[in-house]
């Protein structure tokens, strides 16, 4: 039985997802909200939403089935919890929640209540997670007992247009939010291959010097002065994880932001820009064309420019030959499909989840694996890299 759901925030992200819920079969309407009237009216004329709401809290308290949460990130945990109260499904952008007591609510919630609860991680299905995760259960690995995950993105790539949308007048004062508080598009594709809590963390942050003057202690609404962190994680089985959250770095973004390496006691999986490698003690095999996302033949530039306002920023594309497509909606092949060929198959698994009423890929456990560590991350940054525990709610119930 198809469900509605109504998206709160009409911003660049959200412009991506709005579109695969209207094309999904199983949606039967989608509705919209913003403070802002301009945006909502903007979003009801581009895509023929005839629902407008003037608050997520008016949102709430429709008939609307579901909502999906594609506001300022340091917002999600709060509406997540007000909609999950509110008896609707919910999917959210990432991050989870800014505070593990916010994700702890979540948790609370999504159990009392049995509804679904999904976080929007890419790196899921980054076409190298996607990979490591064949690859570590083929015992291609052996031990697998340290990884990397790098998220390096730079403020010139999209983060200052974005910060100004989200933030108003005062955007600078939000632009400053800590990098490690955003850990998912590292840490997620790492956990999601290798499967191992992490318990404990040490992580150093790099004082930011840009002119811009962002990253200011004073100015940050979170008092954050960290432009950079890097963390160093010990997980349940007892392997190491080293998560880089970069903002001020010469990389290039728009080729890959997100970047893995697995290193086994068999193998190792390592990545670079535009390289991806698997590696034994004996040989050394180029996976890159596997691993290469390119867009489908029914998806033309004209088309994609009706959906995505910076083409480069949301790495308009379509697939990789590991994407499983066969379980997509008809018509996604049409339309934009960012982040390494991700938003279709995240879109595709929140509404499975909810009409099968099954666990999605990423449930609100797997979330919180994916977003506590690096909370934990910036506090032990605060403490001039203290080794900190990690606390951990444990796994989603079958």
Request: aromatic letters at 12%.
């Amino acid at each position: 039985m198809a469900f509605s759901i109504g998206i709160i925030g009409a911003g660049e992200f959200a412009e991506q997802f709005v579109p695969l819920f209207q094309l999904h079969p199983d949606i039967s309407d989608v509705a919209i909200a913003d403070l802002i009237p301009e945006r909502r009216e903007d979003y009801a004329k581009r895509f023929g939403i005839e629902r407008v709401f003037a608050s997520a809290d008016e949102m709430f308290n429709s008939d609307l089935d579901a909502v999906g949460i594609f506001t300022q990130r340091w917002t999600h945990g709060e509406l997540a919890v007000k909609a999950l109260r509110a008896g609707k499904h919910v999917y959210s952008a990432v991050p989870m929640a800014y505070s593990t007591t916010e994700i702890g609510q979540i948790i609370a919630e999504v159990r009392r209540s049995g509804l679904v609860y999904m976080m929007g991680e890419t790196s899921y299905y980054n076409p190298a997670a996607i990979y490591g995760r064949q690859r570590q259960q083929d015992g291609g690995f052996g031990r697998l007992f340290y990884a990397e995950g790098d998220y390096v993105h730079d403020m010139d790539h999209g983060f200052y247009t974005a910060f100004q949308r989200g933030g108003g007048e005062n955007w600078r004062g939000t632009a400053s939010y800590p990098p490690m508080h955003y850990p998912t598009h590292s840490l997620g594709g790492v956990l999601s291959v290798t499967q191992d809590p992490i318990t404990s963390v040490s992580c150093l942050g790099v004082e930011d010097d840009h002119p811009d003057g962002i990253f200011n202690r004073e100015l940050s609404i979170f008092g954050n002065s960290f432009s950079n962190q890097t963390a160093l994680f010990q997980t349940k089985s007892g392997g190491a994880v080293r998560i880089n959250e970069m903002r001020r770095v010469g990389y290039p973004t728009h080729i890959r932001e997100s970047r893995f390496r697995f290193f086994g006691t068999e193998a190792v999986f390592e990545q670079t820009a535009r390289v991806s490698a698997w590696q034994t003690k004996h040989t050394y095999e180029d996976v890159s064309d596997l691993l290469q996302v390119r867009p489908t033949a029914q998806l033309t530039a004209e088309r994609a420019a009706v959906f995505a306002a910076d083409v480069k920023r949301v790495f308009l594309g379509g697939y990789s030959p590991l994407h499983d497509r066969s379980r997509l909606p008809q018509g996604y092949d049409a339309i934009p499909n960012g982040h390494e060929g991700s938003h279709h198959f995240l879109a595709a698994d929140f509404v499975e989840a909810v009409i099968t009423r099954t666990m999605p890929s990423v449930n609100a456990w797997v979330a919180a694996r994916f977003t506590v560590p690096g909370i934990l991350a910036h506090d032990s940054s605060l403490a001039g890299g203290e080794r900190l525990m990690v606390p951990d709610f444990g796994d989603a119930p079958v």
